[in-house]
C-alpha cells in the first residue's frame, strides 16, 4: 500500500503547529513523505542521523539549547536507541518527543519487520516510556502536541505509535 | 602526554563556551579542575557526547561548544564523524584523548591502541575536513588554539596515556547538572538578548 501522501501533510502540519521546528530522523518509508516536507520547508530544521541512538543525543543538545525538538524514526530505530533513550534522557530528566512508525503489527505483510513490532509496546511498558496509537488523521495533531507537553512537564521520553491505518492509503 | 595535563591546559578557554564531556576520568579531572555552570558530564550513554555537541551548536550559533570525547566512547558511534561531517557545525571543536583503553570500565584495550584504529583518519574518510592529531602537550596546545582560531567544525585526536584521576566523586547529582546546565544557557541567551 502506498504511504499517505495526505496523512503525511497532516501530521507534518500538526508538528508545526505544536511549535516545533527542529526535526531529527533516521528516513524509512512511512515517514519519507514527511521528511520530503521537512526538508522542503525553509522554517524546519531537518537532521539526518546514521543511527537513531545519535538523534537522542542531538534531542538533548537541542532541550539544552531550548529549542522544541521532535525525533521521527521506526520501531526498529528506536530498539536501537534505547541506551541512549535510559542512560541519556532517563537518567539527567530529559524529554524526548520521539514519533515512532509502528511497523510489523496488524496488516505487515513483511516477515523482517514482525519481531521488531510485536515487542515494540512491552518494550515502551517495560522502560516505562507513556505512548499512544495514532491512527486518525483528524487526531493526530492534537496528539502530538500533547504527546510534546507531556514530554516537557514529566522530563521523560514521551512515544506516539504512527500505525499503518495512518500512514498507509 | 597525560589527558589531565591536556584538560588543565585548555580549562582558561573553556570559560566562555559549553563544554561537554563523557564519562569517567575525563569528566572527573576537567571537575577536578573547578566546576563550572558550563559544563555537561555525560556520565553515561557512550558515544552520544558529540550527538549532544552537534545538537548545541546547531541550535546555539552564538556560542562555541567543545566536546571532549574518548576513543572508547567514539568507537560506539562512529557514525557521529559522518552525521558531524554533513551538518558542519562551524562553532564546534570535537576533542577525542585517545588512550587505546577502556580506562573507565577496566583498562581494557580498545581498538585504537598501539595505533591499529586511526580515528582521525576515520574523521576524515567520514568527510571533516580539520582533523588535527597531537602526541604531545606542544602539538595538542597548537592544534586546540588552531581550532578556536578556526570558525569550523575541528576534531583533534589527541593520544594520551591511559592514566586517570585517583578518585572519583561529584557533589553534583546527574539531573541537577541538566538542569543547571541548561538554566545557564537559558540565562545567558536572555542576557543576550536585546
Known amino acids: 500500500m502506498p ?8 501530521i507534518f502540519e500538526g508538528i508545526k503547529a505544536a511549535g516545533i521546528k527542529s526535526v531529527s530522523a ?26 537513531e541512538e545519535e538523534a537522542i543525543g542531538i534531542a538533548a543538545g537541542a532541550y539544552f539549547a531550548g529549542e522544541p525538538h521532535i525525533l521521527l524514526m521506526q520501531n526498529h530505530g528506536f530498539l536501537a536507541a534505547i541506551n541512549g533513550v535510559v542512560s541519556l534522557a532517563q537518567l539527567y530528566g530529559i524529554p524526548l518527543c520521539m514519533l515512532i512508525a509502528f511497523r510489523g503489527h496488524w496488516g505487515e505483510p513483511y516477515p523482517w519487520h514482525t519481531r521488531g513490532g510485536i515487542v515494540t509496546e512491552e518494550v515502551l511498558r517495560a522502560l516505562s516510556i507513556p505512548f499512544e496509537l495514532a491512527r486518525d488523521p483528524d487526531k493526530v495533531a492534537q496528539q502530538i502536541s500533547e504527546a510534546y507537553t507531556f514530554s516537557q512537564s514529566s522530563l521523560s521520553p514521551v512515544a506516539l505509535l504512527l500505525t499503518r491505518d495512518l500512514m498507509e492509503d | 602526554m597525560e589527558r589531565a595535563k591536556c ?3 585548555i580549562y582558561p578557554e573553556l570559560e566562555d563556551k559549553l563544554v561537554v564531556t563523557i564519562m569517567g576520568a575525563c569528566a572527573q579531572e576537567l571537575y577536578n579542575l573547578g566546576h563550572r555552570e558550563n559544563f555537561f558530564y555525560l556520565q553515561h550513554a557512550m558515544g552520544l557526547a558529540s550527538s549532544i555537541g552537534l545538537g548545541l551548536a546547531r541550535h546555539l550559533p552564538d556560542e562555541r561548544v567543545i566536546v571532549l570525547d574518548g576513543d572508547g566512547s567514539v568507537l560506539m558511534n562512529l557514525g557521529t564523524f559522518t552525521t558531524l561531517a ?8 570535537h ?10 570500565t577496566g583498562g581494557f584495550d580498545s581498538q585504537t591502541t598501539s595505533g591499529i584504529t586511526d580515528l582521525a583518519a576515520i574523521a576524515r574518510g567520514a568527510g571533516i575536513e580539520h582533523v588535527a592529531s597531537a602526541d604531545n602537550e606542544l602539538q ?15 576534531v583533534i585526536v589527541a593520544k594520551v596515556k591511559a592514566v586517570g584521576p585517583d578518585h572519583y566523586g561529584m557533589d553534583l547529582e546527574l539531573p541537577e547538572n541538566a538542569f543547571r546546565f541548561r538554566r545557564f544557557i537559558r540565562e545567558k541567551k536572555q542576557a543576550a538578548a536585546p
Open chain 2, 140 to 154: 595538542f596546545g597548537e592544534a586546540f588554539l588552531e581550532a578556536l582560531e578556526l570558525d569550523d567544525l575541528s
Open chain 1, 3 to 10: 504511504v499517505s501522501y495526505e496523512n503525511s501533510k497532516v
Open chain 2, 95 to 104: 576533542v577525542i584523548f585517545d588512550n587505546g583503553s577502556l580506562l573507565s
Open chain 2, 7 to 9: 584538560i588543565e591546559m
Open chain 1, 26 to 51: 533516521l528516513p524509512e518509508t512511512w515517514l519519507g513523505l514527511l521528511l520530503q516536507r521537512a526538508e522542503d520547508d525553509p522554517d524546519v530544521d531537518l537532521i539526518q542521523v546514521a543511527k
Open chain 2, 86 to 93: 554533513r551538518y558542519r557545525p562551524t562553532n564546534m571543536i
